[in-house]
């Protein structure tokens, strides 16, 4: 139910608090005034706002001058936290790494997490000690979650993006063979013989489902010569070590999993088209500083 005691409080303003904050610590209208550059009837009349709008007299005279009321005594800490509050609000938003405290979650499948998101992290040690990353798994639902806020990017091939979303492209990739080193073939793999050898296929998320990423059968191998079918690039390494089976992998992936698998590459027997991998976001955070930082982070690397 409306107040008719507080009607007088839309005749204030934010101005009103500052002024207000001044009076109560200056217990002066005129040097109040001074401050804010005002004549001495206008000083009165922002005095006599305040007056109408809480109900007390604020400042009175006394013996020795001007004082405050016990009213205005009780006001200080209040009006103290909503200038503090005001300031909060209208102050310029700013990010530093060095003594954030922040947990970013960012969806991805293993793709963006083994090339992007691993490097991401050494430069968040490096660089920011107390921030985080949460990684979540791509799924049909990782846009609605960026556009509520559950998440604060994504890693993901291009794709058509809602409107509100932004996107960066990262890099561009292409596809390799990967092998186990005892079975690989001296010189080159050929088209012929990738095709005949069995083979791993890794699964990648469409919405609510797992499509088979199966370059070589799209090149015409036979579908019963299909071992093994895995969402996990490094299950499909582990998988094909010690035989003479054969996996397609992104150039990316492959060359980081080198490092920590015994693997061997070789490029595609025929030209395959590579893909873009994009960084997306809601226009939620587009001007966020926290998030303008890390973005610029996967951006460069």
């Given at each position: 139910m409306f107040n008719m005691q507080n009607a007088h409080v839309d005749d204030l303003d934010l101005r009103s608090i500052r002024f207000l904050a001044t009076l109560l610590e200056t217990v002066s209208i005129t040097r109040t005034g001074e401050v804010f550059g005002l004549s001495q009837p206008a000083s009165s009349r922002a005095v006599e706002r305040l007056r109408r709008a809480i109900g007390d007299p604020l400042i009175v005279r006394g013996s020795r001058g001007y004082v405050?009321?016990?009213?205005?005594?009780?006001?200080?800490?209040?009006?103290?936290?909503a200038q503090g509050g005001i300031d909060a609000v209208f102050a310029p938003d700013v990010f530093d790494p060095s003594t954030a405290v922040r947990s970013f979650r960012i969806g991805s499948t293993d793709y963006g997490a083994i090339t992007v998101l691993s490097t991401l992290c050494h430069s968040l040690t490096a660089s920011a000690p107390g921030v985080s990353l949460?990684?979540?798994?791509?799924?049909?639902?990782?846009?609605?979650?960026?556009?509520?806020?559950?998440?604060?990017?994504?890693?993901?091939?291009?794709?058509?993006?809602?409107?509100?979303?932004?996107?960066?492209?990262?890099?561009?990739?292409?596809?390799?063979?990967?092998?186990?080193?005892?079975?690989?073939?001296?010189?080159?793999?050929?088209?012929?013989?990738?095709?005949?050898?069995?083979?791993?296929?890794?699964?990648?998320?469409?919405g609510q489902r797992l499509l088979p990423d199966d370059l070589l059968g799209k090149l015409g191998a036979p579908g019963f010569l299909i071992a093994?079918?895995?969402?996990?690039?490094?299950?499909?390494?582990?998988?094909?070590?010690?035989?003479?089976?054969?996996?397609?992998?992104?150039?990316?992936?492959?060359?980081?999993?080198?490092?920590?698998?015994?693997?061997?590459?070789?490029?595609?027997?025929?030209?395959?088209p590579g893909f873009e991998y994009r960084l997306i976001w809601h226009a939620r955070t587009h001007r966020d500083p926290g998030h303008r930082w890390l973005r610029s982070l996967m951006i460069r690397e």
């Open positions: 405050l009321t016990q009213r205005a005594e009780a006001l200080k800490p209040y009006v103290a936290a949460e990684i979540a798994p791509w799924a049909g639902d990782t846009l609605k979650r960026l556009e509520d806020g559950y998440l604060d990017a994504a890693l993901y091939p291009e794709a058509p993006l809602p409107q509100d979303f932004h996107f960066k492209t990262l890099f561009s990739d292409t596809y390799v063979i990967v092998l186990d080193p005892a079975h690989a073939p001296a010189n080159k793999l050929t088209l012929d013989e990738a095709l005949q050898r069995r083979r791993v296929v890794v699964l990648y998320p469409d093994m079918r895995t969402p996990y690039f490094t299950t499909a390494t582990w998988g094909i070590r010690d035989t003479d089976m054969v996996v397609a992998l992104p150039r990316r992936v492959a060359e980081k999993l080198i490092e920590t698998s015994p693997i061997t590459l070789f490029a595609m027997p025929v030209s395959f």
